[in-house]
Nanobody, 128 residues
């Protein structure tokens, strides 16, 4: 089991920045664990934002996040981050951290169904 706790959400003006964190505990980084961020806006389905491999060498971003968001990880701290810059009102959503044990250190995935563990979410609100 892996437990995930997100933090760092809040209210920010359009054009501003936020850094989300996701702390993992349990059966964490002693295995290969790929991590992702998803988000869910009101009235919409949960959608992929960014993913990172256990090694950190592989990343993937949704088109809406490319050039503005950066996902990183610190395996020593069992934590992943999502640096969000140039925020827009359409980035308003609950952001969820997700994880899955995988056999390869460079493996990532972008589908919700690929992930076994989820955090409770953190609210990001961007005012225009």
């Amino acid at each position: 089991q892996v437990q995930l706790v997100e933090s760092g959400g809040g209210l920010v003006q359009a054009g501003g920045s936020l850094r989300l964190s996701c702390a993992a505990s349990g059966r964490t980084f002693s295995w290969y664990v790929m991590m992702s961020w998803f988000r869910q806006a009101p009235g919409k389905e949960r959608a992929f934002v960014a993913a990172i491999s256990w090694s950190g060498g592989s990343t993937s971003y949704a088109d809406s996040a490319k050039g503005r968001f950066t996902m990183s990880r610190d395996n020593a701290k069992n934590t992943v981050y999502l640096q969000m810059n140039s925020l827009k009102s359409e980035d308003t959503a609950v952001y969820y951290c997700a994880a899955k044990h995988v056999p390869r250190p460079d493996q990532i995935a972008t589908e919700i169904s690929e992930y076994d563990y989820w955090g409770q979410g953190t609210q990001v609100t961007v005012s225009s």
